[in-house]
């Protein structure tokens, strides 16, 4: 059976990045080694445990600096499950997450949709019991 390993996310720095997933959205560093001078192997995830991670690749061009928070076009381009949305919602809000919206009641559940540190759109959700 295969999965979704990891997705690659643009970053203008580790350091900064790594703090802000990690502090902000609660993530946990799973990797970081160096590579190079200049190019680490950085990996965070929501749950080191399951689900897919996110690969932190420090822009190394002008097109890939370009690139930083618009990978998706504009649109939401992740979409973070929760179990308890309100203690969630708090801990991100605390931590001046950038929410784009009220919460809302939705058939699926509740949701907001929120811009990461670069921009990139981000739908938070907690899905209704089955």
Same mark, same amino acid.
Request: charged fraction near 25%; avoid cysteine.
């Given at each position: 059976?295969?999965?979704?390993?990891?997705?690659?996310?643009?970053? @203008?720095d580790y350091d900064s990045?790594? @703090?802000?997933?990690?502090?902000?959205?609660? !993530?946990?560093?799973?990797? *970081?080694?160096?590579?190079? *001078? /200049?190019?680490?192997?950085?990996?965070?995830? $929501? @749950?080191?445990?399951?689900?897919?991670?996110?690969?932190?690749?420090?822009?190394?061009? $002008?097109?890939?600096?370009?690139?930083?928070?618009?990978?998706?076009?504009?649109? /939401?381009?992740? !979409?973070?499950?929760? *179990?308890?949305?309100?203690? *969630?919602?708090?801990?991100?809000?605390?931590?001046?997450?950038?929410?784009?919206?009220? $919460?809302?009641?939705?058939?699926?559940?509740?949701?907001?949709?929120?811009? @990461?540190k670069y921009g990139n759109?981000?739908? !938070?959700?907690?899905?209704?019991?089955?």
């Open positions: 059976m295969s999965h979704l390993g990891m997705i690659t996310v643009v970053v @203008d990045a790594i @703090d802000y997933y990690t502090t902000a959205l609660g !993530f946990t560093l799973i990797e *970081d080694t160096k590579m190079s *001078d /200049v190019k680490r192997w950085v990996v965070i995830a $929501p @749950d080191a445990n399951q689900g897919a991670a996110l690969l932190l690749a420090q822009a190394a061009s $002008p097109e890939q600096s370009a690139a930083i928070g618009n990978q998706s076009g504009g649109r /939401v381009m992740f !979409f973070l499950y929760t *179990d308890n949305f309100d203690r *969630d919602y708090a801990h991100m809000a605390k931590h001046n997450v950038a929410f784009t919206e009220e $919460p809302r009641l939705e058939e699926f559940g509740k949701v907001v949709v929120f811009a @990461d759109k981000w739908d !938070f959700i907690e899905r209704k019991a089955q």
